[in-house]
Structures are given as C-alpha cells and as structure tokens.
C-alpha cells in the first residue's frame, strides 16, 4: 500500500472507530457494528461472566490481574473457551490499538454459547464465546464531582446472595442494582449502596465500598466481587501503613464512619460526601480517602501494572 | 410476480427459515442471522423482561394472556416500548408465519436498549428495544418421558429472593437456575427445584411444581412466575372440581406429597416420579396429573384460547 493509501485508510479507520471497537466472537469491528447472536445463552439465560479493565495514556493498567480473574470467572462456570488466555488478552491489544483509544473502558466477556438447534436443551455441549469492546474510558463518577464528593443512599434492594448467584464471578446479573441505582435518582442521590439480607454491607452498582474509621480501612469481605482496584486499595494502604481488613460491615458501622470512598476501574477511588442525606467526613471528601485517591493515580505511571498498546 | 417465481421466493424462503425465524428490533430475519447490539443493556446488566409463548398446530395458544403479561413486566421496569402492544402482537404473528412453524416455542423480550455513547451512565434515557424469534416447539421433558414422568432433585441453591429481582417479572437472571440444573445433571436426575431462603419450595428452571396431597392442588404463592400454564392448571382443577389453591408450600410438604408435577408453555403438565431418588406416586405418573395432562392438551382444541396463524 502506498503512503497515500495508508493514509487514507488510517483515517478511514479513524472515523469508523470514533466511538469504539469491538470483537464480535471472530473479527473486530466498529462498536455500533458489534452484534451478538440473539441466541446466544449469554444473553437468553444471562450465562456469562465479564471483566473490565481500563487503559490510561496508551497502557492497560493491571491487565495480567484482569485476565488472571476473567479466568477464573469463566473457569468457575464450566466454560471451555474458543481462545486461549494468551490469545485473548492479543486480541484486547489489537481491539485497543484499532480504536486508537488513550483512554478507554475495555470490556471482554464469555458467554455459554449458542446452542445446537437439534438439542437446544442439552447446555453443556453449548459452543462457548469470547466478545469485547473497548469505549472511551468512562467515568462512574466525573472528576468534577470526584473532588467534591458524591452523594449516596443505602437502598432497599437486597443484594442477591452469594448462595443463589456468586458475586465473585463477576456476572450481568444486574438487576437488583438496577433497581437500586433508580432508587437513588428517584431520591436526588447518585447511586446506592446495597445490604446484605442480613443488614450487613457488600457493594454497589459496578463498585466496592471502604469503611475509614480511626484511620482504619474496612471493606466487605462477603457478597462481593473482589475488585482489581480493591486489591490496589490494600496495596496502596500496606505502602502508606495504613492498617486495611476485610471484614463483616454492619449498616451500623457504615453510618459511623469517619469517611467513605467507592471504588472501580471505571472511576478509580471516589470519595462519598453523604449517605442518606447525612455528611459523611463535613461533608467533603475526607484526608485518608484523597490521599489513597492520589496514589492510585500516581499508580498509573508505574510501569509494574502496565502493558503499553502497540498503536502502530 | 409470476407463479414460478412466487414458488421459487417461498422454497428459498423455506430454507433460510427452516430453523425459524426472529425479529431483530426492525424486521424478520432468519433466526441463525437474528443479532443484537452487544452494548444493549439486555445484555450488558440483563436489564430484560421476556415471555414465551407456544403455537400449537397452527394456532397460538392464550396469546392474550402471554401479552398482557409482557406489557405488565415490561411497564414494571419502566420501559417505554418502541411499538404498540398491538404491533408486537402482529409481529408474532407475521414471524411465526414466514417460520411457516405450525408447532412453535415463540420467546419475546424488551430490553432496555441502547446507551447514548455520549452519556453512557444515564440509563433512564435509554433506548427500548423489542426482539422475537420462534424455533420448533421446545419440550423441556419429551413427550415419551413425560408417560413414564421424570427424576427432580431438590437443589442447594436457593432461588434468587424476590426482593433482590422480582419473579413475576420474566427475566433472565437464570444464574440460579442453571447452577441447580447442572446440580440436577450431575446427579442424574433430569432437573431441580428450588427452595427459598427459608426452605418453601419456589419453581425449578423454566417451570412452576404442584404438589396433590388428599386430591388436593398445591403450588408456591410467592417467590415464583406467574406461569400461564399454572394459571391453566387452576382453571382446569375448577372445571374438573379438584380444590387447588396457591399458598406457603414446605420442603416437608413437597415430600410427602401423593403426586407432583411441573408445568410450563414448553412441555405442558409434566409428572415427577422420583424426588431425591425416592419414588413419588409409586415411581409413575399419579392420576390426578395424567387426567390433567390431558384436559390441558384438549384445551389445545378450544377455540376461546385460541389465536389462528394466516402462513398465507
């Protein structure tokens, strides 16, 4: 190909992918072109397990830990994938690279498959799938109000128990977090918290809570998905000595805090400003929560979690 | 078109939907090209209400019934549906037509549909969609087995609570269901009921259960779909003056009953005879059950219940 051609053939691209690239199960494609079969059990019985990972300034942060958890997603349901691992995280890269994406949210996820038409009901002999796609990268929260703290509520909607559904199989099962998120905007807050059947906390719409309490972090140890930026978190805190556990948080607890932050790939650790209505840390983000805030950004220069993307 | 032509278009048509057909949000395609969006919310969080519906030699069978069951679920979630009740209705009908499917298992869903990729978060703004497809008739138990009735276990895994995710919402949150399937394989048995938190029986995958004890019908109150093919049940005990009633329903219960069945749109009224491998009914299919198996199937015959095809 010419220069000239190459050229316009970058652009082109450029232009298709602006809003994103996709892997449909055999090609990458443009976001908006990216259809699943809609028989495909994934979808008709939500059998299926995800990962998010983001990338910032041109590198996956903490892939090797995404890809080590989506295999164990996939694993735990019984799935025998159509990629190895290894091809897989190659076909992200190249997903990334075609999007031309800096920053971007990247999704992948593996889905029970379609089924024979001949014995539709014999699901274990489903022909398992492997989709992705990567946006820009999004923010659960924007910087904007990250700085000034978000506003939050304890909803009334029980998360599903673990014994029905595992939260650590990071799952579509999403409905009871739908509903709490509604829940929230119908109240004025932004999202919501759920509890436990028993009253104790475990996690929200897309992301895990920490407890600050006389300098100590506590975060659920139960009904949760053990999150990339949680384990950060723990990282982060180990270096800072700061004493962080894992632990049973009762509402009680919660309500006490001295301060409180979510966290999440998409959106990183932001800090929580009131919770039903009342202020938690004055009212703004509380010291222990900015300072862990800064360092995870900071994290995001450390070449140890990251994997550049070869853009060409 | 001349007559030749006019043969030619229907024999190909024949072919491309000899599998069946689907509605893929704008028109019918043949189901093996039916896709969605992966970015749709039905997907992504399983933000979905559906329903099934049977065609049976010809005919569908309570469509209005099915219908106005899909508009209660998908007004539950809030959903505004891009076309009328009216017009989903005749898009079944022209689907399962062009099929040319004279016995169908009929599924239709509304999703939350497509983010603005602008304001991905904002979910209340997305766009609803509405999908279709109609394969073969699906017996969940064939019939040559349902004479001889089938092996249930009843599962470790609890149902999902309805404070979590409502069940008389259809909905693909199968997580627990497919887990007590698997459960079911392993040991043999050919699928599983599940029990709530506290022990009271609930539904199986796909499915309702009665239980007959004293000639009397017993089925879960709470906690289940509001099944179309239970509510058939209820109106055939009433004709056939067996007193049926909708209530708690114990594990204790379920084991001591006389007879057990399972019902659903795909397969009908089904017989147990064996429940953690001990024998119900003798290990055969009990009388009550087998006389109404067939008042169900003869209700196939009733015009009242029934929606004629035009396949032209």
New interface residues.
């Given amino acids: 190909m010419s220069v000239k051609a190459k050229n316009a053939k970058k652009d082109q691209d450029a232009e298709l992918y602006s809003?994103?690239a996709?892997f449909?199960g055999s090609e990458i494609v443009p976001?908006?072109e990216?259809?699943?079969?809609?028989?495909d059990m994934?979808?008709?019985?939500?059998?299926v397990c995800y990962d998010v990972v983001s990338v910032w300034h041109g590198s996956f942060f903490r892939l090797k830990e995404h890809m080590d958890r989506f295999e164990k997603s996939y694993q735990g349901l019984?799935f025998s994938m159509p990629y190895t691992k290894q091809q897989m995280r190659q076909i992200l890269l190249d997903m990334v690279a075609r999007s031309r994406l800096r920053d971007a949210y990247v999704?992948m996820c593996a889905t029970?498959g379609l089924p024979n038409?001949d014995d539709?009901?014999n699901?274990?002999k489903y022909q398992q799938m492997f989709?992705a796609?990567a946006?820009?990268f999004?923010w659960?929260i924007d910087p904007e109000e990250q700085k000034i703290g978000t506003d939050v509520i304890v909803s009334s909607?029980?998360?599903?128990?673990k014994?029905?559904?595992?939260p650590t199989i990071k799952?579509?099962?999403?409905?009871?977090?739908?509903r709490a998120?509604?829940e929230a905007?119908k109240k004025g807050a932004r999202t919501a918290f759920l509890l436990d059947?028993e009253g104790n906390l475990t996690e929200g719409p897309g992301f895990n809570i920490f407890v600050i309490k006389d300098g100590k972090l506590l975060t659920p140890d139960s009904n949760v998905l053990l999150g990339i930026t949680r384990l950060t978190v723990f990282e982060l805190a180990k270096e800072m000595k700061i004493e962080a556990r894992a632990c049973k948080v009762p509402l009680a607890t919660l309500r006490a805090a001295d301060e409180i932050f979510m966290c999440t790939t998409a959106g990183g650790i932001m800090p929580i400003k009131s919770l039903d209505d009342v202020p938690i840390s004055g009212g703004k983000p509380g010291p222990i929560t900015m300072r862990l805030h800064k360092a995870f950004w900071k994290a995001h220069d450390d070449p140890k979690y990251l994997t550049p993307v070869d853009y060409k």
Same sequence: chains 1, 2.
């Fill in positions: 809003l994103g996709a449909n976001i908006l990216a259809r699943i079969p809609i028989i994934g979808f008709l019985h939500s059998d019984g999704y029970r038409l539709p009901r699901f274990e989709y796609f946006v820009e999004i659960l909607v029980p998360r599903i128990p014994e029905s559904v595992d799952n579509h099962h999403w409905g009871d977090l739908t998120d509604l905007h059947l």
